[in-house]
């Protein structure tokens, strides 16, 4: 019995239960508790920018991570499923070349890369709502507030 009390845990594992905890939390509960609290914002334009970040590092694992949350968030909200996925993709292949060859500064990059993005993405959301004939987004105070949401997480994260 002496041996098991002495067993110590590798820093390592503690740092993976950790990040699986935390990433567990993220995935699973925010995007509920969103649903619930509408001034819970829903950081796409912070999901885009860890994503991107994610696959110029190419750590697949929080690439997959940002892929997952963007999944859960579409679905809790009941938007068009894998809209957030196209955005991303869009925003990354056309967009962010061309603000990085303009622009040198990491926060200025990420800022603009937020606006397009959000901007695109509620494009593509009116743009779907209308094709669908369903109201998917509401011009609101709300997502003046979201948007600012993003831009201020974007520039402290």
Known sequence: MQTFSRVQ?????????????????LLLLYPSMESLYPLLPPLLGIVYVKWRDALYRQDYF?????????VVLESVWSLP???????????FTMFDPKITYLLHTRTLINVISVIVFDLLYLAFAYGYG?????????FDLILLYYFLVDI??????
């Open 152 to 157: 201020i997480g974007v520039i402290l994260f």
């Open 62 to 70: 929080w690439l997959m991570a940002w892929m997952l949350y963007a």
């Open 81 to 91: 499923l894998y809209g957030i996925w196209t955005i991303m993709l869009v925003t």
């Open 130 to 138: 209308s094709l669908m004939h369903t109201k998917i987004v509401d």
């Open 9 to 25: 845990r590798n820093i390592a594992d503690k740092k993976t239960v950790a990040t699986f905890l935390a990433l567990l939390g």
